[in-house]
């Protein structure tokens, strides 16, 4: 942890998932018990954010060779949580179009951010403490993805109320509350150096 780009990776990475992991929880709530669409119908909305992340693969290296890893992480990390936080305000009478839109730059960004973060992680750790250094974040990866979970669960039940009723208006806070805990992310990578990473990313190289 002494190691600030392994920090940025594991911290930062640690709320993006403590946010983005209550996404596959509550999507379907949203789409299926508020907005009462059937599970096929739900589908083609939430495939869409799958195929946001194959789109990312080709323009992350471009990106990280352009702009840096700082600049790459602040940028995908602040889209990534106004993305997260939309379906808080999807309601009946939002278009199809529109959701499948948002939900395609959501699984962008966020591919982008996780991309970056992962590949940063080890850009500095010393080839003897890769193993142990990989073990910690596979472990708080997962960890993160879970509470997420546990996260989005408790926003949901405090946005629901005495009535417990789960009507769309009742997902705002929760997605809100998703976005806004995936940007404490943005301080730890604005504290990187601004050439952090840079032997990895190939900036600077024609």
């Keep these: 942890m002494r190691y600030p780009t392994y920090r940025a990776s594991l911290l930062g990475g640690a709320f993006v998932r403590l946010g983005v992991g209550a996404g596959p929880f509550l999507l379907p709530l949203l789409l299926q018990v508020a907005l009462g669409w059937t599970p096929l119908h739900a589908s083609l909305v939430t495939i869409a954010s799958s195929l946001g992340v194959l789109a990312a693969r080709p323009f992350a290296a471009w990106n990280l060779r352009r702009s840096g890893f700082r600049t ?3 940028l995908a990390l602040v889209l990534t949580g106004l993305f997260a936080a939309a379906p808080g305000f999807f309601t009946a009478a939002t278009p199809v179009w529109l959701m499948v839109i948002l939900m395609t730059l959501g699984g962008f960004w ?6 970056a973060a992962n590949t940063i992680a080890y850009a500095d750790v010393p080839e ?6 990989s073990t910690l974040a596979a472990v708080a990866q997962q960890v993160g993805l879970a509470l997420g979970v546990s996260f989005g669960g408790a926003m949901l039940h ?3 109320g005495a009535d417990g009723a789960l009507t769309p208006d009742r997902f705002t806070l929760p997605y809100v509350a998703v976005g806004a805990v995936t940007l404490l992310a ?6 990187l150096d601004k050439d952090a990473g840079a032997s990895i990313s190939g900036r600077g190289k024609s």
């Design 186 to 191: 943005l301080p730890l990578y604005l504290a």
């Design 72 to 74: 790459a992480l602040a």
């Design 110 to 115: 966020r591919s982008n951010q996780f991309i």
């Design 158 to 160: 405090l946005a629901r």
């Design 128 to 133: 003897s403490s890769v193993a142990a250094a």
